[in-house]
T-cell receptor
Framework: GQQVMQIPQYQHVQEGEDFTTYCNSS?????IQWYKQRPGGHPVFLIQ?????EVKKQKRLTFQFGEAKKNSSLHITATQTTDVGTYFC???????????FGSGTRLLVRP | DGGITQSPKYLFRKEGQNVTLSCEQN?????MYWYRQDPGQGLRLIYY???????QKGDIAEGYSVSREKKESFPLTVTSAQKNPTAFYLC????????????FGPGTRLLVL
């Protein structure tokens, strides 16, 4: 079945450093979504990417969708303590009704 | 929270007991989902419903049951057959049944005594 792998599992950075998490699917995706879950909270939708090679930015966050539509990345520039949480990617395979979530990357930021 | 409520926030279950987790949404969404999250882990799909009176098993449906009698409500029952029910349970809804943006409720933490 379809699998979505996400790395790294954990990332501990000094405030001001950059952070990147990567997502890889075993099958071609029709779209990929990113969610953020704060400690003790629930996942909150960040963005959706649909087109091959698409790049979207939200302030310090940059999201990319690979040319083959099988991988994606989230890059945070100059992390802040408010960025702490777990970032999940979720992919929808072609002809599927279910989003498949990656295992998440937990970001810790040292002030 | 996107107009999705879950109750209770914390729930304690005794061995051999069935418990029901509530999920209500006022977003007029057709699709609803139940996920299980274990500490430090991702989300695993238990059941989903694309429309009223219809639902499908997800990846880990054994020991769980659901109903979808109303568009707004998608309760999850954790039965005694679920041998390891301690987890964080998240309900979500989306406006489209096929991979649309999902809006999550605040979750219910279930603990077995």
């Amino acid at each position: 079945g379809q699998q979505v792998m996400q790395i790294p599992q954990y990332q501990h950075v000094q405030e001001g450093e950059d952070f990147t998490t990567y997502c890889n699917s075993s099958t071609t995706l029709s779209n990929i979504q990113w969610y953020k879950q704060r400690p003790g909270g629930h996942p909150v939708f960040l963005i959706q990417l649909v087109k091959s090679g698409e790049v979207k930015k939200q302030k310090r966050l940059t999201f990319q969708f690979g040319e083959a539509k099988k991988n994606s990345s989230l890059h945070i520039t100059a992390t802040q303590t408010t960025d702490v949480g777990t970032y999940f990617c979720a992919g929808l395979a072609d002809s599927s009704y279910k989003l498949i979530f990656g295992s998440g990357t937990r970001l810790l930021v040292r002030p | 929270d996107g107009g999705i409520t879950q109750s209770p926030k914390y729930l304690f279950r005794k061995e051999g007991q069935n418990v029901t987790l509530s999920c209500e949404q006022n977003l007029n969404h057709d699709a609803m989902y139940w996920y299980r999250q274990d500490p430090g882990q991702g989300l695993r799909l238990i059941y989903y419903s694309q429309i009223v009176n219809d639902f499908q098993k997800g990846d880990i449906a054994e020991g769980y049951s659901v109903s979808r009698e109303k568009k707004e409500s998608f309760p999850l029952t954790v039965t005694s057959a679920q041998k390891n029910p301690t987890a964080f349970y998240l309900c979500a809804s989306s406006g489209t049944s096929g991979g649309g943006t999902q809006y999550f409720g605040p979750g219910t933490r279930l603990l077995v005594l």
